[in-house]
């Protein structure tokens, strides 16, 4: 193999080992610190793009009561926000916003902090104005600076088993449930010039989905894509909008979840670590002082998010989301052949009723 | 500059340009061949892939009276399909309806195909469960064998101009009108055991978005959830699911949307070579013959498709994809910089009513 052999010479050449490679192991030094500050928030700050300051700012939170919307209350509410949580259960709404308190409670601030509970159906357009209307009231008629908006619910079971009444109810919830209040508080931040933020929360079944979630993904991807048009869209307007793509959460919602999800999407999903809502909260918060569009908080779902980044979002740290993506074009083939394989597998497992 | 003599010095060397130039060449010629070949529909006849033979077949098609749906309408039975076209208005289905015979007249089975027209609102439940429910009793009960969803429409406009009741009428047609006939049709095919075909109509706007089409691209991003999802869940029943990104089609569709889109929409749009419903219909017949599951038929769609295939979509053809997705990672980058800087520059264009 004289053409192997020629590689070899080469590789072994003192002019190779003696100044190509220390070259190549600095030149690697330098591309790994750069891409590590890159995606520090420090490097973030030395740009000037730390925005995200909640301290005296109003937060609006639809799905505040419970799971990832309470620990985002409770998260801005100890950095110094003011705080107005929304949900439809009134016991659950004044139970979190005792918590909410209790996470501001030692600051000097407290006593200028402003906590409000609303009870509000999101998934009713009317409810969800009267809502924000309500919240900016409060305020002096002044609309809040960041929505968040994490009302959400997952019915998972398989795709002709499940009632039309299901997926018609999904998407009211998880999407119409977010448009109503993104609509109408986007609107009124606009035309009082606030440049605040709108966090839409997808989840990883937002970026892939597999058997299952029929019921679930396809609200999540619409999420995904409005949240896609309006990061360029509201531009106009100084909004910033983030995207996050929630993975498994411990959450109540994940135990109603679980009550219908078929066994062999659990078997897929395999035993995910899943976040405390706080756990989630926090990172949601440290990629918002980043400035991130595209927001995800485990490793599976940011190479989820960089496989399916698409061509107008951003990436959150080039030099990273590059190798990542590499990693994940070619890294991702065992997975899709591992769930296709699962179902074909199981044919026997899900019997046809005719 | 030591170190760029000695690459120099390396490229000139005897050995590599008599041994290493001929065998790269000849290994890249070796790559576009095989590359080649493995998105072109021989390889995929070698491998037995060429699965949509829609001779004899009964075809479904919603929206089949106008645009793509009447084009792949019009195709399939110049194959020797049966086919049912879904519409609301009945002349327009009866003018249809002499074009897709038309289109059949020289076949020498023409007498023995069964062509139909059913008036029905596909954005009603109990209305697209009717309307196949009389398709298959014109097939003495039988199921179709391939679905086709084209019914949908675009109304684009800035988002906090757009009355709330557009996004729900555009998620009902685009979402739930597709989903109630896959719904009610996956459940008979899988019943009957028929090993079909669904193909969804997204669009390319269901892999990226910006600015004016926040009614319509959730919609689109919607569907790429679902079929995501029924691509892995429905190998469960051996059917395919297809997921077709539309490109700008020469339909009464895009005359409609244009009367509403924002100018800043269109000038980044720009002079987008418009394809007639008839050639897309022939694009997406190739493709479905090569068996993708992501079709597109313009190069900027298929730099989208790649961009944002995600971790569980399977290329087209693995060395292209790769190739071209390497290219969309940098080469989009410019794409986002041009329409983001048109946003932020027209802002003046677009004043806010208080």
């Given at each position: 193999m004289p053409f192997i052999d020629d590689i070899f010479q080469l590789a072994s050449d003192s002019v190779l080992s003696e100044k190509l490679i220390p070259f190549t192991s600095l030149f690697v030094i330098f591309l790994l610190t750069i891409s590590y500050l890159m995606g520090n928030s420090l490097w973030h700050k030395i740009l000037g793009r730390?925005?995200?300051?909640?301290?005296g700012k109003h937060v609006y939170v639809t799905?505040?009561?419970?799971?990832l919307g309470k620990g985002i209350a409770k998260l801005l509410a100890s950095k110094g926000a003011h705080v107005t949580i929304i949900a439809r259960d009134k016991d659950h709404l004044q139970i979190a916003l005792e918590e909410i308190k209790d996470a501001a409670k030692?600051?000097?601030?407290y006593k200028h902090l402003i906590f409000t509970a609303i009870s509000a159906d999101v998934t009713n357009y009317e409810d969800s104005v009267r809502a924000l209307n309500e919240a900016c009231e409060i305020h002096n008629g002044r609309a809040p600076d960041f929505i968040f908006c994490c009302a959400g619910a997952c019915k998972p079971g398989l795709f002709i088993e499940q009632d039309i009444s299901e997926f018609e109810s999904g998407m009211q919830l998880n999407y119409h449930g977010t448009l109503y209040t993104v609509h109408e508080g986007v609107k009124r931040m606009a035309r009082q010039r606030i440049k605040g933020k709108v966090v839409l929360v997808s989840s990883v079944l937002g970026v892939m989905s597999f058997i299952g979630f029929s019921q679930y993904a396809p609200t999540k991807y619409a999420l995904r894509g409005l949240a896609e048009t309006l990061r360029n869209e509201l531009l106009l307007y100084d909004i910033s909008v983030h995207c996050y793509f929630a993975g498994?959460?411990?959450?109540?919602g994940l135990q109603q979840e679980n009550k219908t999800k078929p066994k062999i999407t659990s078997e897929i999903e395999g035993d995910d670590a899943a976040l405390s809502p706080d756990q989630a909260a926090k990172a949601l918060y440290k990629s918002l002082c980043k400035g991130h569009f595209h927001i995800t908080s485990d490793l599976g779902g940011n190479i989820c998010r960089v496989a399916g980044k698409g061509a107008v979002s951003p990436t959150n740290n080039f030099v990273v989301d590059s190798l990542l993506s590499a990693f994940a074009w070619i890294g991702a083939i065992p997975f899709r052949y591992m769930i296709d394989k699962k179902v074909k597998d199981s044919k026997s497992e899900y019997p046809l009723r005719d």
């Open positions: 730390d925005k995200f300051l909640p301290q799905g505040g009561s419970k799971g030692d600051r000097e601030d498994t959460l411990d959450s109540p």
